[in-house]
């Protein structure tokens, strides 16, 4: 039909060549694509670099061990269910457990709950390196945001939190900060 016994379309174009010559014509396309900016490449969205500080929540923790976390001290965390690597532990807050207690005349009393006296609340800041894109905070290709699950490890433990607060580190050289997004027309 189309192709004859040689390989060639209508008697006249080898198909190998025909291939090749639309696969340079889609490889300029791309280019001219990506040059006129309707198309953005990763290098492209990437605004900067530097360290974050990223603050978790670890909500009734039960341990025997209330000092498990030391500034100073690196751990593992996996976010997203994947490992992410080691950072390093930059403050750590630490409270037991409260229970509330309406008093006789209205007022509210809180005190260490006493049928919970291995449960402890944790806000723990990490430091981390990452890159500062148009959305957001990238750090070893997952994006970095408040709400955000993520586990902590350590040679003994293991438990959940949730991302509270992201700041940047003052002081980063190479560091530009990510567009705020406003929902406010000027």
Request: aromatic letters at 6%; zero cysteines.
């Amino acid at each position: 039909m189309f192709i004859d016994q040689s390989g060639k379309l209508f008697g006249k174009i080898n198909i190998i060549d025909l291939g090749g010559m639309a696969l340079a014509l889609l490889a300029a396309v791309g280019i001219m694509a990506v040059q006129s900016g309707m198309y953005q490449t990763s290098g492209q969205m990437i605004k900067g670099e530097g360290d974050i500080n990223y603050t978790i929540y670890i909500r009734n923790l039960k341990t025997m061990q209330p000092d498990l976390f030391e500034p100073g001290k690196k751990l593992s965390i996996t976010i997203r269910n994947q490992p992410r690597g080691e950072v390093t532990i930059v403050n750590v807050k630490k409270k037991p457990k409260q229970s509330s207690f309406m008093l006789p005349g209205g007022a509210l009393k809180t005190v260490e709950d006493p049928a919970d006296p291995y449960g402890y609340d944790y806000l723990i800041t990490l430091k981390d390196h990452a890159l500062f894109s148009k959305d957001g905070y990238v750090t070893e290709g997952i994006k970095v945001k408040i709400g955000l699950g993520i586990e902590v490890e350590g040679h003994n433990y293991r438990v959940p939190g949730a991302i509270v607060d992201i700041k940047e580190v003052s002081g980063n050289a190479s560091a530009t900060k990510p567009e705020a997004k406003s929902g406010a027309k000027p």
